[in-house]
Structure formats: C-alpha cells, structure tokens
Nanobody
Framework: QVQLVESGGDSVQSGGSLRLSCAAS????????MTWFRQAPGKERERVAY???????EYAESVKGRFAISPANAEHVLSLQMHSLKSEDTAMYYC?????????????????????WGQGTQVTVSS
C-alpha cells in the first residue's frame, strides 16, 4: 500500500517562500504523475504542478516562474518550492500520484485517475 504524507505548510507574508514536501512510502516504484494540487475554500481542486516519470514538469499558469517541483529523491520525497507567494496561493495543498502509466500527459489525467492522495498541508499567505 502506498502512503503520501505532506508537510511544510505554514502561514507566511505575501512575497515569502515555502517548501512543501511529500514523503511516499510503500510501492513507490509504481507511482506515476506525481502531482501537487491545491484547494481553496469554496473552490475546485486545482492542479498546481506535476512531474512525470521522464522528469518532465509542468505548471499551472498562475504559478509559473514562482513554483518549482522537484522529483522524488532517494528517500522518495517529492518537493514543491514556492517563491513570491501571493494571497491567492492560500489553500490546502495535496500531493497525489497515479498507479497508471497512460499515453496521455499527466496534465490530462482526471482526478479519478489519481489513486493515492496525501492528507494535505495548509498554506496561508497574508498580505
């Protein structure tokens, strides 16, 4: 069984930085499309960034140039470095992964294709 555990969320001032981590355990060799999502109160879950099994990373337009996703290291920890944080980045951030390797790009995976989710870590940015 796979477990994903996020950490690193905090309350910061606008313009600040945070680094989120997602520790994976279990059958980590069978994880694809490692993705960070976020969900603000009253809003739909949004795909923030992903990295595929080839190391290709993509970002939501709203975070391009500010966020950077790093592949899982030897300890199976995926990271999301966030800079120049804005109040609109306030949300619960989730790490997710799929057990399916499809021909479609990770960005086209629907939420239902993500088999594993972490419990989330809260990021609050105050102006």
């Amino acid at each position: 069984q796979v477990q994903l555990v996020e950490s690193g969320g905090d309350s910061v001032q606008s313009g600040g930085s945070l680094r989120l981590s997602c520790a994976a355990s279990g059958a980590t060799s069978s994880l694809y499309c490692m993705t960070w999502f976020r969900q603000a109160p009253g809003k739909e879950r949004e795909r923030v960034a992903y990295i595929d099994h080839n190391g290709k990373a993509e970002y939501a337009e709203s975070v391009k140039g500010r966020f950077a996703i790093s592949p899982a290291n030897a300890e199976h920890v995926l990271s999301l470095q966030m800079h120049s944080l804005k109040s609109e980045d306030t949300a619960m951030y989730y790490c997710a992964a799929s057990a399916l390797l499809l021909s479609a790009e990770c960005g086209h995976y629907s939420l239902s294709l993500f088999d594993y989710w972490g419990q989330g870590t809260q990021v609050t940015v105050s102006s």
